[in-house]
Nanobody, 123 residues
Protein backbone atom coordinates (compact mmCIF):
# COMPACT_ATOMS: atom_id res chain seq x y z
CA UNK A 1 0.00 0.00 0.00
CA UNK A 2 1.38 3.37 -1.06
CA UNK A 3 0.58 6.31 1.17
CA UNK A 4 0.58 9.92 0.06
CA UNK A 5 0.15 12.94 2.31
CA UNK A 6 -0.17 16.44 0.87
CA UNK A 7 0.56 19.68 2.65
CA UNK A 8 1.24 23.30 1.85
CA UNK A 9 -2.09 24.53 0.59
CA UNK A 10 -3.55 27.84 1.65
CA UNK A 11 -4.78 31.21 0.49
CA UNK A 12 -2.72 33.58 -1.62
CA UNK A 13 -3.30 36.66 -3.72
CA UNK A 14 -3.17 36.67 -7.49
CA UNK A 15 0.43 36.62 -8.66
CA UNK A 16 1.66 34.99 -5.49
CA UNK A 17 3.36 31.66 -4.90
CA UNK A 18 2.78 28.48 -2.94
CA UNK A 19 4.67 25.24 -2.64
CA UNK A 20 2.78 22.00 -2.19
CA UNK A 21 4.45 18.95 -0.71
CA UNK A 22 3.61 15.28 -1.10
CA UNK A 23 5.14 12.82 1.33
CA UNK A 24 5.46 9.45 -0.42
CA UNK A 25 5.72 6.22 1.54
CA UNK A 26 9.12 4.67 1.15
CA UNK A 27 7.96 1.51 -0.61
CA UNK A 28 6.72 3.60 -3.53
CA UNK A 29 9.86 5.53 -4.13
CA UNK A 30 11.65 4.29 -7.22
CA UNK A 31 9.27 2.72 -9.70
CA UNK A 32 6.30 5.03 -9.43
CA UNK A 33 5.07 8.03 -11.35
CA UNK A 34 3.76 10.78 -9.10
CA UNK A 35 1.33 13.38 -10.37
CA UNK A 36 -0.53 16.38 -9.08
CA UNK A 37 -4.16 16.73 -10.02
CA UNK A 38 -6.63 19.42 -9.08
CA UNK A 39 -10.39 19.58 -8.84
CA UNK A 40 -13.00 22.27 -8.42
CA UNK A 41 -16.65 21.63 -7.48
CA UNK A 42 -18.67 20.24 -10.34
CA UNK A 43 -15.66 19.57 -12.53
CA UNK A 44 -13.56 16.53 -13.26
CA UNK A 45 -10.17 16.09 -11.77
CA UNK A 46 -7.54 17.77 -13.96
CA UNK A 47 -3.93 16.70 -14.47
CA UNK A 48 -1.47 19.41 -13.44
CA UNK A 49 2.04 17.95 -13.46
CA UNK A 50 3.87 14.66 -13.06
CA UNK A 51 7.31 13.28 -12.42
CA UNK A 52 8.97 9.89 -12.67
CA UNK A 53 10.65 9.02 -9.41
CA UNK A 54 13.50 7.25 -11.16
CA UNK A 55 14.52 10.49 -12.85
CA UNK A 56 12.65 10.56 -16.12
CA UNK A 57 11.14 13.61 -17.77
CA UNK A 58 8.46 15.77 -16.20
CA UNK A 59 5.08 16.54 -17.70
CA UNK A 60 2.92 19.64 -17.34
CA UNK A 61 -0.55 20.69 -18.35
CA UNK A 62 -0.47 23.58 -20.80
CA UNK A 63 -2.37 25.75 -18.32
CA UNK A 64 0.49 25.65 -15.80
CA UNK A 65 3.55 25.30 -18.02
CA UNK A 66 6.09 27.99 -17.23
CA UNK A 67 4.45 28.79 -13.88
CA UNK A 68 4.53 25.52 -11.97
CA UNK A 69 7.51 23.27 -11.33
CA UNK A 70 7.37 19.70 -10.07
CA UNK A 71 10.41 18.27 -8.33
CA UNK A 72 11.41 15.41 -6.07
CA UNK A 73 13.73 14.73 -3.21
CA UNK A 74 14.58 11.06 -3.08
CA UNK A 75 16.44 11.39 0.20
CA UNK A 76 13.32 12.64 1.99
CA UNK A 77 10.72 10.76 -0.09
CA UNK A 78 9.06 14.01 -1.10
CA UNK A 79 7.54 15.42 -4.26
CA UNK A 80 6.95 19.15 -4.53
CA UNK A 81 4.86 21.43 -6.69
CA UNK A 82 6.15 24.97 -6.78
CA UNK A 83 3.38 27.25 -8.00
CA UNK A 84 4.27 30.78 -9.11
CA UNK A 85 2.28 33.56 -10.75
CA UNK A 86 -0.90 32.08 -9.38
CA UNK A 87 -4.20 32.96 -10.98
CA UNK A 88 -7.75 32.77 -9.69
CA UNK A 89 -8.38 29.83 -12.00
CA UNK A 90 -5.72 27.85 -10.10
CA UNK A 91 -8.09 27.73 -7.13
CA UNK A 92 -8.86 24.06 -6.45
CA UNK A 93 -8.25 21.12 -4.21
CA UNK A 94 -4.89 19.69 -5.21
CA UNK A 95 -4.25 15.95 -4.98
CA UNK A 96 -1.07 13.94 -5.11
CA UNK A 97 -1.45 10.59 -6.89
CA UNK A 98 0.78 7.61 -7.67
CA UNK A 99 0.79 4.89 -10.27
CA UNK A 100 3.24 2.11 -10.94
CA UNK A 101 5.03 2.55 -14.23
CA UNK A 102 4.99 5.38 -16.74
CA UNK A 103 3.30 8.71 -16.95
CA UNK A 104 -0.39 9.28 -17.50
CA UNK A 105 -2.70 12.28 -17.53
CA UNK A 106 -5.78 10.18 -16.77
CA UNK A 107 -6.85 10.06 -13.13
CA UNK A 108 -8.45 6.63 -13.60
CA UNK A 109 -5.00 5.14 -14.14
CA UNK A 110 -3.76 6.11 -10.70
CA UNK A 111 -4.03 3.65 -7.87
CA UNK A 112 -3.19 5.77 -4.87
CA UNK A 113 -4.34 9.21 -3.80
CA UNK A 114 -3.69 11.64 -1.02
CA UNK A 115 -6.42 13.41 0.90
CA UNK A 116 -6.03 16.70 -0.99
CA UNK A 117 -5.07 20.21 0.03
CA UNK A 118 -7.02 23.38 -0.74
CA UNK A 119 -5.43 26.20 -2.72
CA UNK A 120 -7.35 29.46 -2.95
CA UNK A 121 -6.16 32.34 -5.11
CA UNK A 122 -7.97 35.65 -4.76
CA UNK A 123 -7.47 39.16 -6.05
Amino acid sequence: QVQLVESGGGSVQTGGSLRLSCAVSERAFGDYFIAWFRQTPGKEREFVAGITLTGGPTDYADSVKGRFTISKDNADNMVYLQMNSLKSEDTAVYYCAARFGGSSRYDSRYDYWGQGTQVTVSS
